[in-house]
């Protein structure tokens, strides 16, 4: 059975990602002897990163994953992007816009440029998509002139892809580059869009951050999921905000990027669960023979077949925002000289107990650490459903 593998977006939330593919690609087989046999890798934002170094490493995925690991453990707010007064005093231009053709953001994305282009073994990951390692690699990213969803894709040889998909998402079929990958992590506001072609592109999080509609449209019938929401029920009893505060621009952003790039997760898995309960259902009462027939009236009518597809999703077991408000506090001596005071207080980790806008820029080495360790320990606490999911009547 066909699996994929469909990674999230979420700034320096992306170190959990990166802690749950370690346990996944490297701890499992290690415990098992057996190594996942992923075919599609469909990733948005910090998950197109964290997707383009996977594809890169799919010949050998244990040795690659503590490669990523050492990666992310090892950054500084330096590898990712600057910022200083002058960077402050231009926001007026991130407001009002630029006549630079490639735009302008809050902060220069210039290091994570140079970080992507370096880190990502470019030849080898398109080496592994033309031997047939994985199928295809797709990227997600948001065309600024229309606000439309474009996925670009590469595939291996013989392997075909759709020109679009539900909700008028646009399939373009190309070899993916640094500049995909950038575009896609490019925050509105906060980075600059990243010119592909003659257009502007930018987090790609926008409408599409879990990307398993490429995925399901390229033929997955298993789908590892992992996503990076605040998970429901456990903030505490620590308010967001203190008793009498109003939100600044900063916190509202925060929670703007997680209706945008978090929340959907939810909803995409509770989608597929009531398309598998109608097959299921269309099959006890017409018979094996229902979806055959269904599928035939769609193709007739110039839709996709449809079938059952199976999700194991992964999310974070304790909220994120709140980790990154309290490292932040603790750590506040030390990122007054990294960050500079007018981006500490531009984070607004105020008196309240979330730091959402934080989570998504704290590319620091210790936090990522703590997200990294937390990755691990969600997807080991899943290990027995994880390798029936992944192997099936393999013997774990």
């Keep these: 059975m066909t699996l994929g593998v469909v990674l999230s977006g979420g700034g320096a939330r992306g170190a959990y990602e990166a802690g749950v593919l370690s346990y996944v690609f490297g701890d499992l087989p290690r415990a098992t002897g057996h190594v996942p046999q992923i075919k599609l890798i469909c990733g948005t934002s910090v998950g197109a990163v964290n997707g383009a170094f996977l594809a890169s490493v799919a010949d050998d995925p244990i040795a690659g994953m503590s490669r990523l690991i050492d990666l992310w453990t090892g950054l500084s707010l330096k590898?990712?992007?600057?910022?200083?007064?002058?960077?402050?005093?231009?926001?007026?231009?991130?407001?009002?816009?630029?006549?630079?053709?490639?735009?302008?953001?809050?902060?220069?994305?210039k290091p994570m440029s140079s970080m992507i282009g370096r880190e990502v073994n470019w030849r080898r990951l398109s080496r592994n998509i033309e031997n047939g390692c994985i199928d295809a690699l797709t990227v997600s990213t948001t065309q600024v002139s229309t606000g439309r969803t474009v996925v670009w894709v590469e595939t291996a040889p013989g392997v075909t892809s759709p020109y679009s998909l539900p909700g008028g998402v646009i399939m373009r079929k190309d070899k993916i580059h640094p500049e995909?990958?950038?575009?896609?992590?490019?925050?509105?506001?906060l980075f600059p869009p990243v010119l592909i072609g003659s257009d502007l592109y930018c987090e790609g999080g926008l409408r599409l951050n879990t990307p398993m509609a490429p995925a399901i449209h390229f033929g997955a019938e298993r789908l590892l999921v992992v996503g990076m929401a605040t998970p429901v029920g456990i903030h505490g009893s620590i308010p967001a905000l203190a008793p009498g505060r109003a939100p600044g621009a900063t916190f509202l952003l925060g929670k703007v990027l997680n209706a945008f790039m978090l929340d959907h997760v939810t909803t995409d898995l509770e989608e597929l669960r009531r398309m598998n309960q109608m097959i299921e259902a269309g099959e006890?009462?017409?018979?094996?023979?229902?979806?055959?027939?269904?599928?035939?009236?769609?193709?007739?009518?110039?839709?996709?077949?449809?079938?059952?597809?199976q999700a194991f999703a992964v999310r974070?077991?304790?909220?994120?925002?709140?980790l990154a408000g309290e490292h932040l506090r603790k750590n506040a001596r030390r990122f007054n000289t990294e960050l500079g005071k007018t981006f500490l207080r531009l984070l607004?980790?105020?008196?309240?107990?979330?730091?959402?806008?934080?989570?998504?820029?704290?590319?620091?080495?210790?936090?990522?650490?703590?997200?990294?360790?937390?990755?691990?320990?969600?997807a080991e606490a899943k290990r027995d459903e994880l390798a029936d999911f992944l192997f099936g009547t393999q013997d774990p």
């Design 284 to 309: 006890r009462a017409y018979g094996p023979e229902f979806m055959s027939k269904v599928n035939t009236e769609l193709i007739k009518a110039g839709h996709l077949p449809r079938r059952q597809v």
């Design 180 to 189: 995909h990958v950038l575009a896609s992590a490019a925050i509105p506001l």
């Design 348 to 378: 607004d980790i105020g008196e309240g107990a979330d730091a959402d806008l934080a989570s998504y820029l704290l590319f620091d080495g210790d936090f990522a650490t703590r997200l990294v360790d937390l990755g691990r320990r969600d």
């Design 316 to 322: 974070p077991s304790l909220d994120i925002g709140r």
């Design 79 to 109: 590898d990712i992007f600057d910022f200083s007064v002058r960077h402050a005093s231009r926001i007026y231009r991130v407001l009002l816009g630029s006549e630079q053709s490639a735009g302008v953001g809050l902060l220069d994305s």
